[in-house]
């Protein structure tokens, strides 16, 4: 079966950088995505990583290391809007094409 | 509006008795899931509808689950004879072709 592991809980400060990492083990992995939880909100989609290497979106970026079934989510010059929980979420070949399995979540916590 | 939909919003119901939860995906997408998120956890899938095809279920918990959908469309899930560990936010979301899911406001459901 689908395993995930990411810390639960970071805190930072307004202006800093933090780095959300992200192992698993999967069969037949497809890709390793992110998404972005408010409390109460809906999960929102922030990257998408099927190959090795950084994927950059503005002020978050994704690494993928397939290798070594690792991946983190980088966020610089952390607001307090970000906030929020960060799920990982693989795509492997033990599900349909598109299921994904999450992670029990990272809680980031952005300090003024 | 453009997103996916939700509802209820919130339900309250009695140990027992059935509900039926709705969600309305984004229009062309065919692609459409139900997740179960308990409090302070990661997302749990559940069942996967795509196009035509036969729906993926491995993820339902119990024989009390079902789910279905017309066409590319509404989508209602229902579970029979509920428990109280049945209590969570339950996400709908939908994508087309991508890797990107869209998802709804969820149901959060109380079993008393």
């Known amino acids: 079966g689908q395993s995930l592991e990411q810390p639960s809980e970071v805190t930072a400060v307004e202006g800093a950088i933090v780095q959300i990492n992200c192992t698993y083990q999967t069969s037949g992995f497809y890709g390793l995505s992110w998404y972005q939880q408010h409390d109460g909100g809906a999960p929102t989609f922030l990257s998408y990583n099927a190959l090795d290497g950084l994927e950059e979106t503005g002020r978050f970026s994704s690494f993928l290391s397939r290798s070594d079934s690792y991946g983190y989510l980088l966020l610089q010059e952390l607001q307090m809007k970000d906030s929020a929980s960060y799920f990982c979420?693989?795509?492997?070949?033990?599900?349909?094409?598109?299921?994904?399995?999450f992670g029990s979540g990272t809680q980031l916590t952005v300090l003024p | 509006g453009a997103g996916v939909s939700q509802s209820p919003s919130n339900k309250v119901t009695e140990k027992g008795k059935d509900v039926e939860l709705r969600c309305d995906p984004i229009s062309g997408h065919t692609a459409l899931y139900w997740y179960r998120q308990r409090l302070g956890q990661g997302l749990e899938f559940l069942i996967y509808f795509q196009g035509n095809s036969a729906p993926d279920k491995s993820g339902l918990p119990s024989d009390r689950f079902s789910a279905e959908r017309t066409g590319e469309s509404v989508s209602t899930l229902t579970i029979q004879r509920t428990q109280q560990e049945d209590s969570a936010v339950y996400l709908c979301?939908?994508?087309?072709?991508?890797?990107?899911?869209?998802f709804g406001p969820g149901t959060r459901l109380t079993v008393l």
């Open positions: 979420a693989v795509r492997d070949s033990s599900g349909s094409a598109r299921q994904l399995t």
């Open positions: 979301a939908s994508s087309r072709e991508g890797n990107e899911q869209f």
